[in-house]
């Protein structure tokens, strides 16, 4: 277990409205991640954080934007929500071994109406 | 840039029987290499990685996959299917960004159905 939770599990919104989801670990890593899931598509990077302010973007960037204010907290925000971002999240930590497997949250399902 | 195919987006076995889900990958540096599952409503559980050395890799539940570098392949494999495999697999291969930390690319995962 590596200490992962996400909050809030399951959101349901309406186009147009901000959303923030939120990743919390206990274990003090330097490295989170978020992604999203999609049928067909598999698990897409979102952004990543390499430090406490320290962010970069991932492959499917667009629409979204990301917060660390805190090694345990990051954050996701939707500013405007639509309804091409109804998916499933997932937020992941890198570990803290030396072959850079990852290890991931319960996931936040969120649609958007 | 890295890419990851995964044949056969739903496979289906029979109880005890083999299991083969196939991975190929694309990687312009050695790469290390994931096999993740991913059961109902949950997140997704590592189970093997490859990164050095032997090329085949023992993960959890009886699952192992082999490294072949010339066919770019990471295939999965267990001898005896259970019903409790079923269960959505993804293979990912990790490339380092440009920030130190590393990225995953993931394929398109292969649901694996196990009939009595």
């Known amino acids: 277990d590596a200490g992962i939770t996400q909050s809030p599990r399951h959101k349901v919104t309406e186009t147009g409205t901000p959303v923030t989801l939120r990743c919390h670990q206990t274990?003090?890593?330097?490295?989170m991640y978020w992604y999203r899931q999609d049928p067909g598509h598999g698990l897409r990077l979102i952004h990543y954080s390499y430090g406490v302010k320290d962010t970069d973007k991932g492959e499917v960037s667009d629409g979204y934007s990301v917060s660390r204010s805190k090694t345990e907290d990051f954050l996701l925000t939707l500013e405007s929500a639509t309804s091409s971002q109804t998916s499933v999240y997932f937020c992941?930590?890198?570990?803290?071994?030396?072959?850079?497997?990852?290890?991931f949250g319960p996931g936040t399902r969120l649609t958007v109406l | 840039a890295q890419s990851v195919t995964q044949l056969g987006s739903h496979v289906s076995v029979s109880e005890g029987a083999l299991v083969l889900l196939r991975c190929n990958y694309s990687s312009s540096v050695p790469p290390y290499l994931f096999w993740y599952v991913q059961y109902p409503n949950q997140g997704l559980q590592l189970l093997l990685k490859?990164?050095?050395?032997?090329?085949l890799v023992k993960g959890i539940n009886g699952f192992e996959a082999e490294f072949k570098k010339s066919e770019t392949s990471f295939h999965l494999t267990k001898p005896s299917a259970h019903m409790s495999d079923a269960a959505e697999y993804f293979c990912a291969v990790s490339a380092q960004s440009r920030r130190g930390g590393n990225k995953l690319t993931f394929g398109t995962g292969t649901q694996l159905k196990v009939e009595l």
């Open positions: 490859y990164t050095t050395g032997a090329t």
């Open positions: 274990e003090n890593h330097r490295y």
């Open positions: 992941a930590i890198r570990g803290g071994g030396s072959y850079n497997e990852q290890f």
